[in-house]
Structures are given as structure tokens and as C-alpha cells.
T-cell receptor
Framework: KQEVTQIPAALSVPEGENLVLNCSFT??????LQWFRQDPGKGLTSLLL?????REQTSGRLNASLDKSSGRSTLYIAASQPGDSATYLC??????????FGKGTKLTVNP | GAVVSQHPSRVICKSGTSVKIECRSL??????MFWYRQFPKKSLMLMAT?????????EQGVEKDKFLINHASLTLSTLTVTSAHPEDSSFYIC??????????????FGPGTRLLVL
């Protein structure tokens, strides 16, 4: 059974700090891994998608890495801002084509 | 970019009534759409895969007679919660599968529908 775990469940940092969110998965036949942002009561916004053949993707202040051998992905946020406050979800897509989500990390960036 | 809409965004209903939620792909065709359910502080859970022109595929533990899915066109899938009860209260999110340039497949998510059953 595919499982995705995100650590920590919640994180609070001061504005300007660089931070790393962690995601681990059990599926060895991963197709891709995706990071999402979810604001309270809202839907999902896709941030970055890493194909299984890739090691990282970057978009602005965000950088996501993928290490299939260890079953881990990280989302690095540089120079965090209060507007980055949200829940960040990672989701793994394996051979079954289904997305399996972690529970998310709730990030609070304090001004 | 690809946009997926959901309607309604929020619905409150009495126990025993049925509620229909629509999921539309606005600027692309989607032969496959997905329905997720999110409980507070829990992961999104895939409920079913909706295929245009055929029956939906339900995940284990999801009652197909309770959660009716109809994917009648390439841009619309509907989820009907029949005889809703308070335990059906949740946040329902749909997504639509699309292929970007270069044949990279991804899912685009709707904004979600908050259902509260009294």
C-alpha cells in the first residue's frame, strides 16, 4: 500500500528564514511527485511537479528535490514571507496513476 | 493554464436530502476526472475515478450507491451525495487530468466544495 508521510505536521518560522519541508513515500515505482499549496478552506494549487527521471524542480523561491532511492522529497522555501503561510501537501503518483497525498505541513510565517 | 471549477463552493443541507456537486474543466477536455474527500487534519482521500462515457471506478470502502458519479461529457463530472447524513460533511475536491505540451500528464484541481449536513 502506498503511503506518504510529511514531517513536520506544523512549522512556525520568522519572516525571511529559509525552510525545508519533508515528504517520504513508500512506492518504489514512483511516476512523479507533486507539491501543492492549500489555503484554509480552499482547493489545491500545484507548486512543483517532479518526474521520476528528474532530481529537482525550481520555481521562484521554491525548490523541490526527489530522491527515489531513499523515498524522499523536500520542498525548500527561500526567504519566507507571511504570504507563504499555508498548508503544503505532497502527493506521489505511482504506477496505478492515483495520487496519494500526505497529511500536509501547516506553515506559519510570522512577520 | 488549465482551470477546473466546482459548483457550489459551499452547501448546507438537511439530513436525508441529496446534494449534487459539479466539476467542470473550463478550457480543456478531460476524459478522466477524480473525486477526493478531505477530512480535517487528514490527507485527501481519493474516492473515485470518473471516466467519460463509462462507469466510475470507486476506491475500496467508498459506497457507490451513496456517492453517485456521472461523467456525461468531456468537461463535466458530477458527484451526488444521496441521502446525506452528518458524517458525510466534508470538503470535496475534484481534479481533471490533462496532458501538457510534451505529453506530461498532470491533474488540475478544483477549488473544492464544503458540504455541511445538519
Amino acid at each position: 500500500k502506498q503511503e506518504v508521510t510529511q514531517i513536520p505536521a506544523a512549522l512556525s518560522v520568522p519572516e525571511g528564514e529559509n525552510l525545508v519541508l519533508n515528504c517520504s513515500f513508500t512506492d518504489s515505482a514512483i511516476y512523479n511527485l507533486q507539491w501543492f499549496r492549500q489555503d484554509p478552506g480552499k482547493g489545491l494549487t500545484s507548486l512543483l511537479l517532479i518526474q521520476s527521471s528528474q532530481r529537482e524542480q525550481t520555481s521562484g523561491r521554491l525548490n523541490a528535490s526527489l530522491d527515489k532511492s531513499s523515498g524522499r522529497s523536500t520542498l525548500y522555501i527561500a526567504a519566507s514571507q507571511p504570504g507563504d503561510s499555508a498548508t503544503y501537501l505532497c502527493a506521489e503518483q505511482g504506477g496505478s496513476e492515483k495520487l496519494v497525498f500526505g497529511k500536509g505541513t501547516k506553515l506559519t510565517v510570522n512577520p | 493554464g488549465a482551470v477546473v471549477s466546482q459548483h457550489p463552493s459551499r452547501v448546507i443541507c438537511k439530513s436525508g436530502t441529496s446534494v449534487k456537486i459539479e466539476c467542470r474543466s473550463l478550457d480543456f477536455q478531460a476524459t478522466t476526472m477524480f473525486w477526493y474527500r478531505q477530512f480535517p487534519k487528514k490527507s485527501l482521500m481519493l474516492m473515485a475515478t470518473s471516466n467519460e462515457g463509462s462507469k466510475a471506478t470507486y476506491e475500496q470502502g467508498v459506497e457507490k450507491d451513496k456517492f453517485l458519479i456521472n461523467h456525461a461529457s468531456l468537461t463535466l463530472s458530477t458527484l451526488t451525495v444521496t441521502s446525506a447524513h452528518p458524517e458525510d460533511s466534508s470538503f470535496y475536491i475534484c481534479s481533471a487530468r490533462a496532458w501538457l505540451a510534451g505529453a506530461q500528464e498532470t491533474q488540475y484541481f478544483g477549488p473544492g466544495t464544503r458540504l455541511l449536513v445538519l
